[in-house]
């Protein structure tokens, strides 16, 4: 019985139909026959059945099953393949995070009433209480958009959820503190920041007045003029209103309390607070943007707290969108933002340089508090690959950098001898110190420029003897240059270097420089990505021969890319990565978009099932022209099932440019 529940292929099309029906029937009728019923089954037939059950079914089964040994990670991949199509690949490798994946996706689409084909046909399932509790419980960020009334009326219970669940907030929408419809969003924000857990907020948008909002009080000592002057006013405005109404009340927040005393029956209802919303002689609307007095208004009765509010720390802080307003914003309350850990700047279009600049002096003057707690920076885009430096400088104490550049083809450039960097220095706020010491561990540059500063990225690499991770993409050097003295660098400085990520660079001239760098590392990660590897290799299997002997030297080794390098029969010799005495290392081999046909995969499978990976492989194939030979390139797939995890998605050949890119 387990063997024929196993080769479904091998079963006969009635047999298999009638399992199907057995499959729905149980998603069904779920509620009837108990979670008993289920556990009773043989383990294959539960494994089986996992795909066919419902989100809420597979979570309430995950506790009992994993007590069994059972992983529910092929019902939650069968709910990914069903949202994203059968040719997307899903590369969630445990249980938890394809779990998590299915929760995030799903909450966001009910709860705010969005839909896509699976919500549509899961709607009955979906759109119920029970779902969106434990989706609540799995997921760790909330994307706040409107609207969000609900969380302060029947779904109250699931905010106080989000308080105990929420990590991370994202706000997807610009809120206009003016207008009172946006209260409710300001009291979710209020919660989630400050009575929460959350310590990581994500900005979408561009809007200056809610960022200040956001950060105030919540790290920062900055006091934004035009966000105390909107606060001050609709409070003096709201207090007043109540004043009106009660003599004796010294604020909204007691008045509301006197309102409610007049009706202690209703304890889950939120206090009234019709008098001080509208203003009968003017006609227009008395509220507040006030945190405290939103807390007062929007808690139930029973549920105040009789002191003030708790003020919220954002650690870590990402930025979607940032225009030159938003940064200014940004620049005022970062010199006293103690708390930051982490900052995130994503741009719209290239940082001007005066922005850039005055950036630098806001982390230089963070930077010379003793509290400052700021060792993570990510910024992009960066018009020029020196302001990478300025930045370094400015934040000596950041351990993780991560900075996009494209360079601007019109207006002045900022180069080091401008007056602009004159300026800086003359003003003490940042000053280059090239032979200091970095405390870098992770470094990430990716560029956009016709000719890079190939000596300003090394000189960062040999100031930088802590490094553990290097990402560097799309370099460009002039005619006649090489990228080995970037590997030149790295041997002789990064001895602590765990992860390598190179990618759009031109290596081809390198192999020597990558088998020194290779003889006496630690690395753990190595991605050659869109590298032209094998572009001037006179004898390409060669020397791909010695690059396989130089890697197997390393074992750290589990992760190793070489996608988009055109491999395609040449595929082959990386079989005898597993061959020999001292196999390699790697659990994770990438040789996607590399032109490689159906018969090249064949031979490859045939010499790897010869010499087997120690341990189970996960193996991308994407972006190969299986299609071209359908029946030898699932031969191929069938020869390598037994031990690896293949990752392939569709390929049309008949689509041209895809063609084009994987002989890129």
């Known amino acids: 019985m387990p063997d024929t529940v196993r080769n479904a292929s091998q079963r006969a099309p009635k ?44 979570d309430e089964l995950q506790p009992a099953l994993n007590q069994r040994g059972i992983s529910t990670h092929p019902g939650w991949i069968g709910v990914l393949q069903d949202m994203c199509g059968p040719n997307h690949v899903i590369d969630f490798n445990t249980e938890e995070a394809a779990k998590h994946e299915v929760m995030r996706m799903l909450f ?20 119920t209480p029970s779902f969106l509790w434990a989706a609540a419980k799995c997921i760790k960020h909330f994307l706040l958009t409107t609207p969000v009334e ?43 920041l400050d009575h929460g857990v959350a310590k990581k907020l994500v900005v979408h948008v561009q809007c200056p007045i809610m960022l200040s909002w956001i950060l105030h009080g919540r790290g920062s000592q900055y006091v934004n003029p035009e966000l105390k002057n909107l606060m001050h006013s609709k409070r003096a405005s709201c207090i007043s209103q109540a004043a009106s109404f009660s003599p004796d009340v010294a604020s909204c927040s007691s008045s509301l309390e006197a309102e409610a005393s007049e009706d202690q029956d209703d304890q889950a209802t939120p206090c009234k607070r019709s008098r001080l919303d509208y203003d009968e002689e003017s006609g227009e609307a008395n509220f507040t943007v006030d945190p405290q007095v939103l807390c007062q208004s929007f808690t139930p009765c029973d549920g105040r707290s009789s002191g003030a509010c708790p003020w919220g720390q954002i650690e870590c802080l990402e930025i979607r969108q940032c225009g030159s307003n938003s940064l200014r914003v940004l620049n005022s309350a970062l010199p006293t933002f103690f708390c930051l850990r982490s900052l995130t700047l994503h741009s719209i279009a290239t940082f001007r340089d005066s922005d850039v ?7 230089k003057q963070l930077s010379e508090s003793p509290r400052s707690c700021l060792t993570d920076l990510s910024i992009s885009v960066l018009p020029y690959t020196r302001l990478m430096g300025i930045l370094l400088d400015a934040s000596p104490n950041v351990t993780s950098l991560h900075v996009e550049i494209q360079t601007v083809m019109w207006g002045p450039r900022f180069l080091p ?41 090394t ?20 005619t006649g240059s090489s990228q080995s003295q970037l590997l030149t660098a790295l041997s002789e400085s990064s001895h602590f270097l765990r992860t390598l990520n190179l990618e759009d660079m031109k290596l081809s001239d390198c192999l020597p420089e990558i088998l020194n760098l290779l003889r006496d590392c630690k690395l753990e990660e190595l991605r050659f990505n869109d590298c032209r590897l094998l572009e001037k290799w ?42 020999g005495p001292s196999p390699s290392s790697v659990r994770r081999l990438d040789i996607s978009s590399n032109f490689i046909q159906p018969a090249e995969l064949l031979e490859f499978a045939k010499r790897l099932r010869t010499h087997p990976p120690p341990h189970r492989l996960t193996l991308d194939l994407r972006k190969n022209p299986g299609d071209r030979d359908p029946d030898t390139w699932n031969a191929a797939l069938k020869r390598l099932r037994p031990f690896c995890v293949l990752l392939v998605e569709g390929w049309n050949s008949t689509d041209t440019m895809a063609d084009h890119i994987s002989n890129m």
């Open 538 to 579: 006179s004898d390409k299997e060669e020397s791909l021969q010695q690059l396989v002997a130089a890697l197997k030297t390393v074992p750290s080794l589990h992760t190793l890319s070489l996608a988009q390098n055109r491999l395609a029969k040449n595929v082959c010799v990386l079989a005898e990565l597993f061959s």
């Open 357 to 363: 600049l005055c950036l630098a002096r806001a982390l």
């Open 417 to 457: 001898h401008h007056p602009r960097m004159a300026e800086l220095d003359v003003s003490g706020a940042v000053k280059l110190l090239p032979k200091l010491e970095l405390p870098l561990e992770k470094l990430a540059v990716k560029v956009a420029e016709l000719q890079t500063d190939l000596h300003f990225i």
């Open 15 to 58: 047999e298999i139909y009638l399992k199907e029906i057995c499959f729905q029937a149980v998603r069904e009728h779920y509620a009837a026959l108990g979670i008993e019923a289920v556990l009773d089954l043989p383990t294959p037939l539960i494994t089986d059945l996992l795909p066919h059950l419902t989100v809420c079914q597979l």
């Open 459 to 478: 000189s960062v690499l040999r100031r930088s003897p802590h490094l553990t991770s290097l990402h560097v993409a799309g370099m460009r050097l002039p």
């Open 150 to 192: 609900r969380l302060t009326a029947e779904q109250r219970p699931l905010l106080e959820l989000l308080e105990k669940r929420i990590g991370s907030v994202g706000v997807s929408q610009c809120i206009d503190l003016s207008k009172r419809k946006t209260q409710t969003a300001l009291y979710v924000l209020h919660r989630l």
């Open 108 to 127: 966001t689409l009910v709860f705010y009433g969005f839909t896509n084909p699976f919500v549509k046909r899961n709607i009955t399932n979906l759109n």
